[in-house]
């Protein structure tokens, strides 16, 4: 299999797998739920049905994302080119920047100089594994965009 196409499944295993433990969590699973901290963690915990509305649309929102890199297996005529291009580059390099902006605002919370008030499990958590999953998910989103241009 091209090594275009293993990129773009994998972007799409990533879609999906963060869809499915976001409607896990949406639905009132709570393994994991705690690594997140804050108040998400606190409006799990109460059982906000609007909260959990939220989840749920972003789970929907994740799983079009997977959807979505599908669509770069095929050819398109080159008007639908440049926008799938455009839209997946863009939403790699907004995945990718939202995982950095959390990890850099962890690191500065480590050297003081924000207070974020998250208890020690959840901190290690999104340092060591939720914001760097958020930036795989967009470096898999640019290398899909820039294997389909290079099509």
């Known amino acids: 299999m091209q090594k275009k196409k293993l990129v773009i499944y994998a972007g799409f295993i990533w879609c999906m797998a963060f869809a499915a433990i976001t409607f896990y969590w ?4 709570m ?3 705690r690594s997140l901290g804050g108040v998400i963690y606190e409006k799990a915990l109460s059982g906000d049905e609007n909260f959990l509305s ?3 649309l972003t789970g929907v929102v994740k799983m079009f994302g997977g959807f ?12 639908m080119r440049k926008v799938l ?8 390099v907004c995945l990718f920047l939202y995982g ?4 850099t605002t962890l690191i500065l919370d480590c050297f003081a100089v924000l207070n974020l008030e998250l208890e020690e499990y959840s901190f290690k958590w999104r340092l060591l594994f939720w ?3 958020w930036m795989l998910g967009g470096i898999l989103f640019i290398l899909s965009a820039k294997g389909f241009r290079g099509k």
């Open 68 to 79: 979505f890199l599908l669509l770069l297996l095929r050819d398109w005529p080159e008007p």
């Open 131 to 133: 914001e760097p999953f």
């Open 100 to 103: 950095l902006a959390n990890f």
């Open 26 to 29: 949406a639905n009132g699973g």
């Open 31 to 33: 393994l994991g739920v």
């Open 54 to 56: 939220i989840v749920r």
């Open 85 to 92: 291009y455009y839209l997946s580059l863009a939403g790699g």
